[in-house]
């Protein structure tokens, strides 16, 4: 009977090893946003696989997770490569016979072009470093993710893709790509043991988004920034894809969760000091 506990509702041994055991493959797992979630599912019990261009992030990150006590191997690649991702999961399969935990974490908004000034070159750009790898690495994964009876998928995105994006109408319709391919592929293999899940990010602190230096003046703006009133950081990020590739969200799959400080569900409405008070629009109400 559908309405009868099954015997399979994972039971949470350790709440502060939340991924023992588990294999995981993180995309851009060296620095900023994929490199808080890498030390962190080191953390939490995970082997991990890091994807990283950059030789050295990828070996910063290893060491840190050793000298904590964790397990880590980099893999040196680009993951808009095919034959790059095809290497990915050979190593990892061969080492490991399987995977459990899938993070796309790589992507960029850069070089931004308005669209008016956009070509065809900077569309396929675009698209190959924002959803074309998310596709290759998630289909060279999902078959052994099938084999293995199940598996977590977190997908990061934007905010970008979830709201209406002037600097950059290519960037958010990629971001927007993956969030829908997110709960497409969730309803796909939901049956299968598979979740899949996404992440909507936005104001986080990282190498590709300063938001300090050059605004060092202007710390007094985040109070009508973002509804939080603060700057966000990549543990931030990070915890919420432990949620979602940890069994902690074991009925949770289809869904993209804005991790942005309430900029989303702030809509137009900012805090105006002045006033002190929500207002709509631009002026010194
Ligand atoms: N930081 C933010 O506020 C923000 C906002 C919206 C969306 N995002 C999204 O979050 C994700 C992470 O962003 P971030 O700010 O941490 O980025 P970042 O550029 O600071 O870090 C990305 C990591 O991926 C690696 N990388 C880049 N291209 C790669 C490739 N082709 N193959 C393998 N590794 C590659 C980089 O070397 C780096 O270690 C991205 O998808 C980004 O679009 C971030």
């Known amino acids: 009977m559908s309405t009868q506990r099954p015997e399979n509702v994972p039971a949470i041994e350790d ?20 490199g ?21 992030r990828a ?20 993951v808009r490569e095919a034959a790059d991702v095809g290497r990915l999961a050979a190593a990892v399969l061969e080492t490991h016979g399987g995977i459990d935990v899938l993070v796309n974490n790589v992507g960029d908004y850069r070089p931004l072009a308005p669209f008016r000034s956009s070509t065809p070159e900077t569309w396929d750009a675009m698209y190959r470093i924002n959803f074309h790898h998310v596709l290759l690495v998630t289909h060279a994964f999902l078959e052994p993710m099938i084999e293995r009876g199940g598996g977590s998928i977190v997908n ?10 002037p600097a950059e109408p290519v960037y958010g319709a990629m971001k927007a790509a993956v969030a829908q391919f997110t709960t497409c592929l969730a309803v796909a293999h939901g049956r299968h043991g598979i979740r899949v899940n996404g992440i909507g990010t936005d ?79 631009p002026t010194e109400l």
């Open 15 to 34: 709440w502060s090893r939340l991924l023992d055991g588990k294999v995981a493959v993180v995309t851009g797992g060296g620095e900023g946003i994929g």
């Open 36 to 56: 808080a979630i890498a030390r962190l599912f080191a953390q939490h019990g995970a082997a991990l696989e890091i994807a990283e261009i950059d030789p050295e």
């Open 59 to 78: 070996g910063r990150v290893v060491s840190d997770v050793e000298a904590a006590g964790g397990t880590a191997r980099a893999h040196v690649l680009d």
């Open 156 to 165: 990061l995105h934007s905010v970008e893709g979830m709201r209406g994006y």
């Open 203 to 281: 104001l986080c602190q990282t190498p590709q988004v300063d938001y300090i230096s050059g605004w060092e003046e202007h710390e007094d703006l985040w109070t009508s920034w973002a509804p939080v009133g603060r700057l966000g950081w990549p543990e931030e990020q990070a915890r919420v894809a432990l949620f979602l590739a940890s069994d902690l969200s074991s009925y949770v799959t289809g869904h993209n969760v804005p991790v942005d400080g309430g900029t989303r569900a702030g809509g137009g409405w900012f805090w105006s000091p002045a006033a002190r008070r929500f207002v709509n629009r």
